[in-house]
């Protein structure tokens, strides 16, 4: 560790650090002539054996952020430099304290939805039913919000669920082998059976009446299911391995129903003769669809085998073979109309494929030709899993392997709205906007999402090629930045209506650049981190910052203007002062390190921690760095010479993430155990802990006013967080205030002997030895004792379980014993036993009261024992006649 410096400045005061005052203390205020200022530094420097610019540069004159001539690293003349990174001009008074936040609440979650399987859209298109786990969740398309989830007691994972045609029946199946019908608007199960399959449900579908149900197993069997009347209908076997799709003919009159199974082949079965018709064979691997023709004379079906088939049902024969070289998961035929936009011009049969090279393709069945194809985007993931077509509303919603679902406009696949299923692990999470009213996330993807706060309308962003690791916002929030394991950089811009796009991009680094932090008084620059051991610094165009800037044109390169070494090892945080003149760095080395801008010179080296630093962060407020550890702890750094001035420790793992809060008196921190704490830096307390994340919270960020804060966690959890302290001062005040005026209500009714009343208040006040001196004072008068039984009875159910927790503390003590024991007989004697169960901590209650019973009992019973062998051997006595008293002389 580098050696003291000049004594700490009075600064630290307001957070109980110690520190000399005096000339330095003069000096950092500002108080001196600029000519005294520079003597005093020459002392300092003559002093010290390091270079002059390792140890005295980042003192307040390096901070001064207003200075009216600033020389090399913010080294000033004229106007005397100013304590801290904020200075009074920026309306942060130095006298005053800021108010100390004390409490956080959740106000809004973004949870994962979908976490793949099927997805359905109802016929209005209004509503999205999609798998998540054990539950069925159902979303309102309009908003994204999550109206409804479903899930059945036996708590297992949904294996299949399908939506009648109508809309009004849904029916889940689990690996329970259970199937449940639901009235999903009301969200209640109508009905429950088993499937009677011997594995579980694999698939399953209504017939167009909405009146059939047919399920497919993992055994192998098809069977059908009258949801209406309540019973099986057919029981159809022969196929080999799991039955995956099952699709009734959409002709109710011709009873086909059609299944396909591990073989590649597909089974007309007829419900009418109950026998297998036809097996049609032309795949070659796993049919994934089958979709039917308006009139129902024709089928197309897709495969994994890179083919659609086209099938003449009349015949039951395949007319046509498709070549569409990509693994298709989904088929879709578009309604027979012309539809410029996706190159159908004529009214034969045009589907629709979605597959693995993540693009819709819109083929003509007649000739075998792609008319339409969309751009493909970049990056992975981008695999479609599922397409579906709800034609009257007429939407077309398909499924990235991402989980991300994309719903668009069926006769142009114009896209209208956008959903983020499952963000996985998130990574990093960041305000946006210059109020704050969008949230941009970075998960275990290559996409961005891009949250509205007050719509839940979601934007995914397209453009690095491997997985986000790390975000950054300038500081009017209309610029931010990403940084990928592509090694490259990314800068996007988000306009008044929320709509984003890439305006700058750069790559240099030789590894995954893991943290990103961009320019703080100016959108003038942006530094990042890298696994290459190196930090670039990033100057921007002058351009780019402006709104009026076209993103058509594409995004601006970006070229790195300086480029150090800084570590050993991995860089994983960076961090840019208030007055964008220095920067530290934290690396997996178990340092940081403090360095001049522009030219990235070495200034200074922070060592304490025990194991590698994941967060570090300048206080807004006072020449302090706090660094984040794996060590577990969270440590306060001076910038003058590098010691360390406070640590806080409290989190069981590593602690990921560190921010300052309450203009620099307090921090906020998250670990890799699932919680975030909230500290004091000056009485070094933890003040409230939030648990409200079951993983690794990597993601910590703050609004402008701290008055709401973003934590992103493993759990793929985005947890916003708003400040609650004034709202439960003011509760706590009006409590206060509420239990003033009733105590002193109580004192008037107990003044004025009017114990019957008083009970009920003293109960509520939960004043136990008032209860008691009441209960006592009743029983003293034989006229309100009478009154005492109907008393109690009258009380709330609440005031009973308060009551009876009183019975429990009074009944172990042999003074209070008969009070308890009167008020229990009351409630044994007029309660029934089923109220008295119901009561909230009964049975721990009597598991008390019973020992402490027996031995008041036992001493009762030896008593009366006691008195009986006195009263025997009073009445056994016999007393001798006394003598004759002398006669008096």
Known sequence: MASRGPPRSSLFNHWGISGNTGRWTAYNMGMLSPASQLRGLKKVMMKRPYHPLSLVAPASLLLSRNSSTAGPYGLTSGRAPTVGLVTRDQGVSGSCSPPLLSSYAIERKIEPFYKGGKVQLDQTGQHLFCVCGTRVNILDVASGAVLRSLEQEDQEDITAFDLSPDDEVLVTATRALLLAQWAWREGSIVRLWKAIHTAPVAAMAFDPTSTLLATGGCDGAVRVWDVVRHYGTHHFRGSPGVVHLVAFHPDPARLLLFSSAADASIRVWSLQDRSCLAVLTAHYSAVTSVTFSADGYTMISSGRDKICTVWDLQSLQATKTVPVFESVEAAVLLPEEPAPELGVKSTGLHFLTAGDQGILRVWEAASGQCVHAQPRLPGPGQELTHCALARAAGLLLSVTADHNLLLYEARSLQLQKQFAGYSEEVLDVRFLGPENSHVVVASNSPCLKVFELQTSACQILHGHTDIVLALDVFRKGWLFASCAKDQSIRIWRINKAGLVACVAQGSGHTHSVGTICCSRLKESFLVTGSQDCTVKLWPLPEALPSR????????????????????????????????????????????????????????????????????????????????????????????????????????????????????????????????????????????????????????????????????????????????????????????????????????????????????????????????????????????????????????????????????????????????????????????APEELLAYDGVRASLEALLPYTERHFQRLSRTLQAAAFLDFLWHSMKLPTLPAAPPAL
């Open 548 to 831: 009026s800037t076209a993103p058509d044109s594409g995004p601006v390169l970006l070229q790195a203007q300086a480029t150090q070494r800084c570590h050993d090892k991995d860089i994983n945080s960076v961090a840019i002062a208030p007055n964008d003149k220095l920067l530290a760095t934290g690396s997996q080395d178990r340092t940081a390190k403090l360095w001049a801008l522009p030219q990235c010179q070495l200034l200074g080296i922070f060592s304490g921690h025990r194991r590698g630093l994941w967060c570090v962060q300048f206080s807004p407020m006072d020449q302090v760095l706090a660094t984040a550890s794996a060590d577990g702890t969270v440590k306060l750094w001076a910038l003058q010479d590098f010691s360390c001035l406070k640590t806080f420790e409290g989190h069981d793992a590593s602690v990921l993430r560190v921010a300052f809060v309450s203009r620099g008196t307090q921090l906020l921190s998250s670990g890799s155990d699932g919680l975030v704490k909230l500290w004091t830096i000056k009485s070094n307390e933890c003040v409230r802990t939030l648990d409200a994340h079951e993983d690794k919270v990597w993601g910590l960020h703050c609004s402008r006013l701290d008055d709401r804060a973003l934590t992103a966690a493993s759990d793929s959890r985005v947890i916003l967080w708003k400040d609650v302290t004034e709202e439960e001062q003011a509760e706590e005040e009006a409590r206060r205030e509420e239990e003033v005026v009733r105590q002193q209500e109580l004192d008037n009714l107990l003044h004025e002997k009017r114990y019957l009343r008083a009970l009920g208040l003293a109960i509520s006040l939960d004043r136990p030895h008032t209860v008691l001196t009441v209960i006592q004072a009743i029983r003293r008068d034989p006229e309100s004792c009478e009154k005492l039984e109907a008393t109690v009875l009258q009380l709330r159910r609440d005031q009973k379980e308060a009551l009876l927790r009183f019975c429990v503390t009074w009944n172990t003590n042999s003074r209070h014993c008969h009070e308890a024991q009167a008020v229990l007989g009351m409630l044994l004697r007029h309660e």
